[in-house]
């Protein structure tokens, strides 16, 4: 047994305020969601229910039934997952043609790939609007995924490559010496291979694409399409009073995000780490 | 060249006519043409025709035509005066922005390496704390957001204000988002709350990659742990540095849901950000081809700071 020297309780001390600050927000926005009716301001911040009585999954009730959130959470997991496989497909073969294939303009193409990352999102999001609008893509899925799919080829295109690069040739040359083709190589040596860079884009890309919110304001016009982000910033707006119906609507956002953390939490910190992933 | 290609286009492929070159090139085309179809569709047109915007009176509506007005968007933005007074509130919104950088950066950065250094000196629990502190970085913007809006609430039993008072930092409540100034501190905590622990994150898996062979070669000639910390660990972690704060200057930069979910801009603009700003201008008011202009200035100063970016890395990029 080590024994704690001051130093180091002075350390966990130091970091627990910070661990408390981190936390309590949180702790104050569940406990909020478990009272019935909480729309007057409390005398005293709530961080911990009263009592084991006092909990109550009302406003949970009310915000899956009576404000549709089930329904919204159905179309997030749709839109979320779609993107997601789809942008997976596109970007490992765009990838793949990267890595290991030559032809006329590759360079070129891949500058073009590198200079649109350096382009912040907002730039396009007007034009992209006019460009759903001429092809009659306003107010649908296929509108809003294409945009997230396409946002992603430039980005995962880049970080894919690299990953597929250091896979040895030597495993592909044995596929071409029988008689297999390039997309065997794809699909049999390529993709096996990378799956853990696999995993750790397709969570970058679930949980990025679930709590997006500007491109599905822009392009979801209709009150029975909205994906779980956008009825969330309009049931704020809508009913802003009613903080414990809000709060249950925001964990019901939350929860799978956690969940997805708490499994892959070593991707997340070795993704945060290595590859220097996007600020969120 | 060519007599080769030939030579080898009989084999292992012996049926096309094709050479080699042009197969590879064809099934080249095979994987990437789907993901550059979309990318030119989605992404290279809409950058382009962003720009061309810019310069034009644009009308969504097909019927009415869009016409050339020169730099009328941008004279409109940086030049007092006119029918429609919007460059107040485009300098506000520049100045609202340039503020949350300058004073919400410095705050994550400093804490956050702070932190990830006191973490690193933990002899256990090194994962209990960067689990704890990275849970703001992975929630959310839009639930934090809101979240931020209830503890900074104008009564008494509000978490911050029920903090101070009890602190007795405060003698009665305060309105937050009565004017500016508060309800900008409510803006840059959160934005500050939520990015410390992706600095955390960043610096501690950063001092987990520094060459351990360092150390011991310093060690074998006597430094100790002071001289350890201040030669070794902060001269090599400043390599990073440099990319932290880019991503941080860049997030900044970005800032909208805080804003528009917090204050939408209020009281009377004084609060609003470019991009809550450029939002607003295109979607509310379908003014595109102003908001165009806005986007346009954004990017460029986006741009001035990756390519100063680019140029300061490679000058001070330590190998190791």
């Known amino acids: ?280 | 060249m060519e007599k080769a290609a030939l030579i080898k286009a009989k084999n292992p492929y012996p049926k096309k006519k094709l050479s080699k070159k042009q197969r590879e090139a064809l099934e080249a085309w095979g994987f990437i043409g789907v993901g550059f179809l979309l990318f030119v569709v989605f992404m290279l047109y809409p950058l382009i025709k962003n720009f061309i915007i810019a310069f034009m009176n644009y009308s969504i509506n097909p019927n009415k035509p869009s016409t050339f007005v020169g730099l009328a968007n941008f004279k409109r933005a940086f030049v007092s005066g006119g029918i429609l007074e919007e460059s107040q509130k485009f300098y506000l919104a520049l100045k609202n922005t340039f503020l949350a950088v300058l004073v919400t950066v410095p705050f994550q950065w400093f804490i956050g390496i702070i932190i990830a250094i006191a973490i690193d000196s933990l002899r256990r629990f090194k994962l209990f704390y960067r689990f704890m502190l990275y849970i703001p970085v992975i929630s959310d913007w839009l639930v934090v957001a809101i979240l931020f809006k209830y503890l900074f609430q104008p009564t008494s039993g509000s978490l911050v204000n029920a903090f101070l008072l009890k602190l007795n930092l405060i003698s009665k409540p305060i309105g937050w988002f009565e004017n500016a100034g508060t309800a900008n501190i409510v803006i840059w905590s959160l934005c500050i709350w939520k990015g410390i622990g992706w600095v955390m994150m960043m610096y501690t898996a950063a001092l987990q990659d520094l060459p351990k062979s360092l150390y011991e070669a310093a060690m074998v000639d006597g430094a100790n742990k002071k001289q350890l910390f201040y030669k070794i660990t902060l001269p090599l972690l400043s390599s990073r540095t440099y990319f932290i704060i880019i991503s941080l200057i860049i997030g900044a930069f970005n800032i909208l849901l805080q804003v528009m979910l917090i204050t939408n801009g209020g009281p009377l603009g004084q609060t609003d950000v470019l991009l809550n700003y450029m939002y607003n201008k295109a979607f509310t008011s379908f003014d595109f081809g102003y908001a165009a202009a806005i986007s346009l200035i954004m990017g460029s100063i986006l741009i001035t700071i990756s390519v100063l970016q680019n140029k300061i890395t490679k000058k001070t990029e330590i190998e190791f």
Do not use: C
């Not at chain 1, 990352?117 to 396009?124: G, K, Q, R, T």
């Not at chain 1, 029975?224 to 809000?246: D, F, H, Y």
């Open chain 1, 1 to 280: 047994m080590k024994k704690y020297s001051i130093g180091q309780i002075f350390l966990h001390l130091f970091l627990l305020m910070f661990v408390i600050a981190a936390i309590i927000p949180f702790l104050n926005m569940i406990t909020v969601s478990l009272i019935p009716n909480s729309y007057i301001l409390p005398t005293k911040p709530q961080i911990l229910p009263e009592s084991f009585k006092a909990i109550s999954f009302v406003n949970y009730k009310k915000v899956w039934g009576r404000e549709s959130f089930g329904r919204y959470f159905l179309n997030s997991v749709f839109v979320s997952s779609m993107a997601t496989i789809l942008t997976m497909f596109v970007s490992t073969l765009s990838a793949y043609g990267f890595a290991r294939l030559n032809f006329k303009g590759k360079k070129i193409i891949f500058n073009l790939y590198v200079f649109s990352l350096m382009m912040p999102a907002v730039l396009a999001i007007i034009s992209q609007f006019t460009v759903l609008q001429k092809l009659k893509l306003i107010n649908t899925y296929t509108g809003l995924i294409l945009l997230y799919v396409s946002g992603g080829v430039a980005g995962n295109t880049f970080f894919l490559k690299g990953f597929f690069e250091t896979i040895p040739k030597e495993l592909e040359e044995s596929v071409i010496m029988d008689g297999g083709s390039r997309w065997t190589i794809y699909r049999h040596i390529i993709l096996p291979l990378s799956k853990p860079a696999l995993g750790t884009l397709a969570i970058g890309v679930f949980t990025g694409t679930w709590m997006e919110v500007f491109t599905a304001l822009v392009v979801l016009t209709s009150k029975s399409k909205r994906t779980l982000p956008i009825a969330m910033k309009l049931l704020q707006n809508g009913r802003a009073t009613e903080w414990g119906l809000i709060f249950a609507g925001s964990i019901i956002v939350l929860i799978p995000i956690l969940i997805i953390f708490i499994i892959f939490n070593k991707q997340f910190i070795k993704r945060s780490g290595a590859e220097g992933a996007v600020k969120g």
